[in-house]
């Protein structure tokens, strides 16, 4: 079973920084387009950001030019660096393969806040 395990969420305050990383078991992993999503509090999960097997990446309005997905091949290792975090970017990350889903991982949590 393929296995998708989501890291280096935590606690930071509004305007801080994280990265997660997400290792995958996808086989042939740099053939497949990777992505991020997150649940908040009550709401339902929506996406993040899109890296493709080509680097091309794509962003939700909510958190382009503060995002950068990118994604290392020989690790099977997507991440997500987070710049410039608000209290709105709280939430529950998850990663998966957005053309064919996975079983989802447990996610890692992200809190911002003061």
């Known amino acids: 079973q393929v296995q998708l395990v989501e890291s280096g969420g935590g606690l930071v305050q509004p305007g801080g920084s994280l990265r997660l990383s997400c290792a995958t078991s996808?086989?042939?992993?740099?053939?497949?387009?990777m992505a991020w999503y997150r649940q908040a509090p009550g709401k339902q999960r929506e996406w993040v950001a899109t890296?493709?097997?080509?680097?091309?990446?794509a962003y939700t309005d909510f958190v382009k030019g503060r995002f950068t997905i990118s994604r290392d091949n020989a690790k099977n290792t997507v991440y997500l660096q987070m710049n410039s975090l608000k209290a709105e970017d709280t939430a529950v990350y998850y990663c998966?393969?957005?053309?064919?889903?996975?079983?989802w991982g447990q996610g890692t949590q992200v809190t911002v806040s003061s």
């Open positions: 998966n393969q957005p053309t064919h889903l996975l079983s």
């Open positions: 890296v493709t097997s080509a680097d091309n990446t």
């Open positions: 996808v086989n042939r992993f740099s053939l497949y387009p």
